[in-house]
């Protein structure tokens, strides 16, 4: 192959990388876009058409209207303190779960991983009936307990620390073992050091999925008492028996960013521990 063909395949190369990236953006981006927009937009020019990409006048109104047609900061503290738990306690969970499926020794150890495999192939819509069931029987329902207990489940963020753990070399924790350190100390002055990227790996996508939970919260919530943003959000739909998408949408920009903003400033620390197989020394 000469050099001629060879720059003109990388050219060709990067022509599709790019077209495929621009796919992704507009598929990503445009959604976002519109209800950005949308959230400005007055109701008849929600309704066009041909639709507009652009409002024909600012209403920024929409923004007061979704904060003030629904408990709206209340719906918000709910999520904060909900998210804020449930994060804790996967994280704790999770990191401590899979430093002893790779580094202690005890019997049965491989099957209780089959069990965290197994728990990652059952959607955790078939054991919605169940879980409520045994909640309501224990008089847990529209209270903090009854929604963060049944949500507690570490299976994802376990395999994905020992997937992590088990890459870091053998010849460290032995190194360290050698040295004196016990379980504790390994775990809080080796192995944690070494896993930073993963943590905030783990971190983001499980305060990412907990605020965006919406099932088991809709069961269980009755009132603005406990239930967290994304049911307020849907009372803020329902709540003239008429949807105005205009609130609708601003009540979702609302939603959105405090995760949005996590996600942008730790995203580079997410994509490290996603695609980290190694321990540079």
Same mark, same amino acid.
């Given at each position: 192959?000469?050099?001629?063909?060879?720059?003109?395949?990388?050219?060709?190369?990067?022509?599709?990388?790019?077209?495929?990236?621009?796919?992704?953006?507009?598929?990503?981006?445009?959604?976002?876009?519109?209800?950005?927009?949308?959230?400005?937009?007055?109701?008849?020019?929600?309704?066009?058409?041909?639709?507009?990409?652009?409002?024909?006048?600012?209403?920024?109104?929409?923004?007061?209207?979704?904060?003030?047609? !629904?408990?709206?900061?209340?719906?918000?503290?709910?999520?904060?303190? $909900?998210?804020?738990? #449930? +994060? *804790? &306690?996967? @994280?704790?969970?999770?990191?401590?779960?899979?430093?002893?499926?790779?580094?202690?020794?005890?019997?049965?150890?491989?099957?209780?991983?089959?069990?965290?495999?197994?728990?990652?192939?059952?959607?955790?819509?078939?054991?919605?009936?169940?879980?409520?069931?045994? !909640?309501?029987?224990?008089?847990?329902?529209?209270?903090?307990?009854? $929604?963060?207990?049944? #949500? +507690? *489940? &570490?299976? @994802?963020?376990?395999?994905?620390?020992?997937?992590?753990?088990?890459?870091?070399?053998?010849?460290?924790?032995?190194?360290?073992?050698?040295?004196?350190?016990?379980?504790?100390?390994?775990?809080?002055?080796?192995?944690?050091?070494?896993?930073?990227?993963?943590? !905030?790996?783990?971190?983001?996508?499980?305060?990412?999925?907990?605020?965006?939970?919406?099932?088991?919260?809709?069961?269980?919530?009755?009132?603005?008492?406990?239930?967290?943003?994304?049911?307020?959000?849907?009372?803020?739909?329902?709540?003239?028996?008429?949807?105005?998408?205009?609130?609708?949408?601003?009540?979702?920009?609302?939603?959105?960013?405090?995760?949005?903003?996590?996600?942008?400033?730790?995203?580079?620390?997410?994509?490290?521990?996603?695609?980290?197989?190694?321990?540079?020394?």
């Amino acid at each position: 192959m000469d050099a001629d063909t060879h720059a003109r395949r990388e050219r060709l190369v990067k022509v599709f990388g790019y077209a495929a990236m621009l796919c992704v953006l507009i598929i990503v981006g445009l959604p976002l876009y519109w209800i950005v927009m949308t959230s400005f937009k007055e109701r008849p020019d929600i309704y066009t058409i041909p639709v507009t990409w652009w409002p024909a006048v600012f209403h920024p109104q929409n923004y007061s209207e979704a904060v003030q047609s !629904v408990e709206f900061f209340a719906f918000l503290r709910n999520s904060v303190i $909900i998210t804020s738990i #449930l +994060a *804790g &306690v996967k @994280f704790v969970l999770g990191v401590l779960s899979a430093y002893g499926l790779v580094f202690l020794r005890f019997p049965g150890k491989n099957l209780v991983f089959l069990g965290i495999i197994a728990a990652l192939m059952v959607p955790n819509q078939i054991t919605v009936i169940s879980n409520y069931a045994l !909640v309501a029987e224990w008089g847990w329902r529209n209270t903090f307990q009854g $929604i963060i207990v049944p #949500l +507690a *489940g &570490v299976a @994802f963020g376990t395999f994905l620390m020992r997937n992590h753990f088990l890459s870091i070399p053998a010849e460290i924790i032995e190194a360290a073992r050698m040295d004196g350190a016990g379980p504790l100390r390994l775990l809080w002055r080796v192995v944690l050091p070494l896993s930073g990227p993963t943590m !905030v790996a783990f971190a983001i996508i499980t305060v990412v999925n907990e605020w965006n939970e919406y099932l088991w919260p809709f069961l269980m919530a009755d009132d603005a008492s406990v239930a967290p943003l994304p049911i307020g959000l849907t009372l803020l739909q329902n709540n003239d028996g008429v949807t105005n998408w205009g609130p609708v949408m601003a009540g979702t920009v609302l939603a959105m960013l405090p995760i949005l903003v996590v996600f942008l400033l730790l995203q580079r620390h997410m994509i490290k521990g996603l695609t980290s197989g190694a321990v540079k020394g």
